[in-house]
């Protein structure tokens, strides 16, 4: 019975060592060591409040290569709360300091396109956010906040987040069919498990003790 204990633990140990998550798991890791990107400042978050028609904000956002391999990133806006008919009428422009690389209303801005940076490089874009001289009255006194999230191109093509603080978000996405598989393999395990060794207890003859009859006395 031990024998066959030890092999129902052997092949339990052995498909979690050598499942796909722990796999992808040590890639994700190693991945991860290597790739390195740094924002500053981060977040990248626009509050516009107590401003007028024709104001303009700018900010310089610095992105830095910190890791062993060169990557492309890309990022894009992500409206949080405000007036959104306010938000709806700001201005966009985007630059490098050479070209501008986005221009129109925040809005309508998706993502940029994405752009390589080299291993232990850095580059640092222009961005600028304009009131519209035009707007009128019914604009007065609203508010509203913005932030644009940055993402990494990994070495398999996949887009990987950023956090707020510039590393990069694990990846923590499950696949439920690899829980299904592991399922099945231990059931089939206990299954033949138990089918071994309960022939092998069925095939032992078990005696049971015989014990004299008593001769019932006549009265």
Excluded: W
Excluded at 2 to 19: D, G, P, R, T, V
Excluded at 78 to 99: M, Q, R, V
């Amino acid at each position: 019975m031990k024998k066959y204990n030890k092999i129902f633990c052997i092949l339990i140990i052995s498909m979690f060592m050598f499942s796909p998550d722990t796999y992808q798991a040590e890639e994700n890791s190693k991945e991860q060591k290597e790739v390195d990107i740094s924002i500053s400042p981060s977040p990248v978050l626009f509050h516009l409040t107590n401003v007028k028609p024709g104001d303009k904000i700018s900010r310089e956002i610095t992105i830095s290569n910190k890791g062993k391999q060169d990557f492309r990133y890309l990022f894009s806006n992500t409206f949080l709360k405000g007036s959104e008919k306010f938000y709806n009428e700001l201005i966009l422009e985007i630059s490098d300091g050479k070209a501008i690389l986005a221009e129109g209303k925040v809005k309508d801005f998706k993502k940029l396109d994405l752009r390589a940076l080299e291993s232990s490089s850095s580059e640092t874009l222009q961005i600028s956010i304009e009131i519209p001289y035009e707007l009128g009255n019914e604009f007065q006194g609203l508010s509203t906040e913005f932030q644009f999230n940055f993402l990494v191109e990994g070495s398999n093509g996949a887009v990987t987040p950023v956090d707020n603080g510039g590393g990069i978000l694990p990846d923590t996405g499950t696949d439920y069919y690899k829980f299904l598989l592991m399922g099945m393999v231990l059931f089939i395990s206990g299954f033949s498990l138990y089918m071994v060794t309960g022939r092998k207890f069925a095939s032992k003859k078990i005696k049971l003790p015989q014990f004299p009859l008593k001769e019932r006395k006549e009265a």
